[in-house]
T-cell receptor
Framework: QKEVEQNSGPLSVPEGAIASLNCTYS??????FFWYRQYSGKSPELIMF????GDKEDGRFTAQLNKASQYVSLLIRDSQPSDSATYLC??????????????FGKGTKLSVKP | NAGVTQTPKFRILKIGQSMTLQCTQD?????MYWYRQDPGMGLKLIYY???????DKGEVPNGYNVSRSTTEDFPLRLELAAPSQTSVYFC???????????FGQGTRLTVV
């Protein structure tokens, strides 16, 4: 059973702090890793993707991937109240059995307090 | 450029009724997906397709059927609606594996 695990939260951080969101996955064949943000009542939208071990930075967001530990994280620096949302981790196997199977975790609810 | 369009936005079904949720995309994406999202939960993959004529089961396929006769359309069929199928349904598409998935606005389905 392929699984993606996240702490459901809520994770509460003060404005300006760093928010750290974590995700583990069970399928060692996963090759692509995504972080989506979902505001209440809205559709998910992509924040970042990462394919290789290490860090990937985009503005205030940094994604970290450790395939050996099957661990993905998202850091949000200088958190803003507008970052308050649910963050969904997703993984995909790009080839072989179950190719195209894009699996999501349950999401972590982030609350940034002014 | 409409992106991913789902219809209807809302629907109430009676137990045992059938319906089709429509999904169409105009981005020439090969991959399409159907998810359901229960309150406070993440997205559960129902079915997905990596191209026209190719579909595969996801995590929770029971009670649903799909077809992919064209690149643009990926309808989801509920044959005998049950209260357990009350959920928000999202359709998504991506150009290929490993690329960003774009989501439709969702269909809120209630089975009573």
């Amino acid at each position: 059973q392929k699984e993606v695990e996240q702490n459901s939260g809520p994770l509460s951080v003060p404005e300006g702090a760093i928010a750290s969101l974590n995700c583990t996955y069970s399928d060692r064949g996963s090759q692509s890793f995504f972080w989506y943000r979902q505001y209440s009542g809205k559709s998910p939208e992509l924040i970042m993707f990462i394919y290789s071990n290490g860090d990937k930075e985009d503005g205030r967001f940094t994604a970290q991937l450790n395939k050996a530990s099957q661990y993905v994280s998202l850091l949000i620096r200088d958190s803003q109240p507008s970052d308050s949302a649910t963050y969904l981790c997703a993984v995909m196997r790009n080839y072989g059995g179950s190719q195209g199977n894009l699996i999501f975790g349950k999401g972590t609810k982030l609350s940034v307090k002014p | 450029n409409a992106g991913v369009t789902q219809t209807p936005k809302f629907r109430i079904l009676k137990i045992g009724q059938s319906m089709t949720l429509q999904c169409t995309q105009d981005m020439n994406h090969n991959y399409m997906y159907w998810y359901r999202q229960d309150p406070g939960m993440g997205l559960k993959l129902i079915y997905y397709s990596v191209g026209a004529g190719i579909t595969d089961k996801g995590e929770v396929p029971n009670g649903y059927n799909v077809s992919r006769s064209t690149t643009e359309d990926f309808p989801l069929r509920l044959e005998l609606a049950a209260p357990s199928q009350t959920s928000v349904y999202f359709c998504a598409s991506s150009y290929e594996g490993g690329t960003e998935a774009f989501f439709g606005q969702g269909t809120r389905l209630t089975v009573v």
